[in-house]
């Protein structure tokens, strides 16, 4: 074997397991750093050895053995790594985390849940969760997860270094958390993907409209949970909602990157696999007592999927399921989007009524959406004046450069009234 064909082995083996290596070394071990560098050694390790000897038959059991090995040999080196780790150790084995002994073994652990709370725990900052979800869970490099961030580097390096610092300090286990917790905790982690992805559906700043990059990850991270825990209605409707949400992307934009508005897309244009999957997904997560937000929401964009076209949406249906919506979580931000629902059901003048109620609140002063949908609703209604002077409002806060081409271009388009 070459080493061009044993790198790319060791490349798909990493892309593909990265999180579980990591996850399963955390595990074993409780220290980020170690399981990091132990994962780095055992990757440079078979970059030697396999292109000499050939791809092991289960590479996955290969790199995670000599990253234990590797791990055993630096903590005999550390004397003072050792006695912490014994202690983290106690820990770890109280958790009842279980790693193989030996390589060779058909079912590998997937530890990836473990990870998946400790990156998301309560202790640490919302901003910590999602740059530690993105490094250890979605495979990022700290110069990426910089980026999604629009941080320095350096920026970005710190904090991630704080929060694994927290972690140890802390002594923040790496654990799921038992039936008793995990319905106060689980939101935290769907909460942190649903961000991912919301970044990379529509970036709040730049030169794109889309971040395929994160919107890929956090579908990818929402795959995991949803294999990881099936029974949770609310991972399959967050899982739902990303795939039926996503499955628009080609539409948003036109050739020139340039953002296409709902009601101009191109539905041919809709993957419809992606939507066939999202439908299947949203009635189980449906179906039961207490429906979650994210199984509303996914509800939600499967009738926008599944209308032949703008006008042909059920509005009066979403207007009813942002009414539930509103129920579970009563935030301005879900009464700014029904509030264009009903616009959309009843005519513009009943949906600015209830925008223009949500002028005042704290939670949406920056949201260049709000101006944006009140510009909207006014022009429709031929104030132009007042649809003018919203449109600058929108204007001065939007931050993603298509957004603001599109705004820019409706007040130009009232100018020429």
Request: hydrophobic letters at 50%; charged letters at 30%; one cysteine or more.
């Amino acid at each position: 074997m070459n080493e061009r064909r044993a790198a790319r082995s060791v490349e798909a083996v990493f892309r593909e397991d990265r999180s579980r290596l990591l996850a399963l070394l955390a595990a074993r071990f409780g220290d980020l750093d170690l399981a990091e560098e132990t994962a780095s050694d055992a990757i440079e390790a078979a970059l030697e050895r396999w292109p000499v000897d050939g791809v092991p038959d289960k590479p996955l059991a290969w790199l995670l053995t000599t990253a234990r090995r590797k791990a055993i040999d630096r903590i005999r080196r550390d004397r003072a790594y050792a006695e912490r780790l014994a202690v983290l150790q106690v820990e770890s084995d109280r958790a009842a985390a279980v790693v193989p002994a030996e390589p060779g073994f058909d079912d590998i652990p997937d530890e990836r849940l473990q990870l998946f709370f400790t990156c998301c725990h309560p202790a640490l900052s919302p901003e910590a969760q999602t740059a530690l979800t993105l490094r250890f869970l979605a495979g990022l490099t700290t110069p990426e997860v910089a980026r999604a961030f629009l941080v320095p580097t350096a920026t970005m390096a710190q904090r991630i270094v704080r929060a694994k610092r927290k972690i140890r300090s802390a002594r923040i286990p790496f654990r799921v958390p038992g039936p008793d917790e995990l319905p106060a905790r689980l939101p935290s982690v769907l909460r942190v993907v649903y961000l991912v992805f919301t970044e990379g559906y529509a970036a709040s700043s730049g030169d794109d409209l889309v971040r395929p990059d994160l919107a890929d990850e956090a579908i990818r991270l929402a795959r995991i949970l949803h294999r990881l825990l099936p029974g949770e209605r609310e991972v399959t409707g967050l899982l739902a909602l990303l795939l039926l949400t996503d499955a628009r992307r080609a539409a948003r934009t036109d050739a020139a990157g340039g953002q296409v508005l709902l009601e101009d897309q191109d539905r041919a244009l809709w993957d419809a696999g992606l939507i066939a999957e999202g439908r299947r997904l949203v009635v189980p997560a449906l179906t039961g007592p207490g429906v979650g937000p994210y199984a509303v929401q996914a509800a939600i964009a499967a009738l926008h999927d599944e209308a032949t076209g703008f006008e042909a949406t059920d509005w009066p249906q979403i207007v009813a399921l942002y009414d539930v919506l509103l129920q579970i979580e009563p935030f301005p931000l879900v009464a700014l989007n029904r509030a264009v629902a009903v616009a959309m059901r009843d005519g513009p003048e009943a949906g600015l009524a209830l925008l223009d109620a949500l002028t005042e609140a704290e939670e949406l002063r920056g949201y260049h959406l709000l101006p944006a949908a009140r510009a909207d609703l006014l022009r429709r209604l031929g104030r132009t004046s007042e649809a003018a002077a919203a449109y600058r409002v929108a204007l001065d806060l939007v931050g993603n450069e298509p957004e603001r081409a599109m705004l820019a271009r409706r007040l130009a388009e009232l100018s020429d009234r």
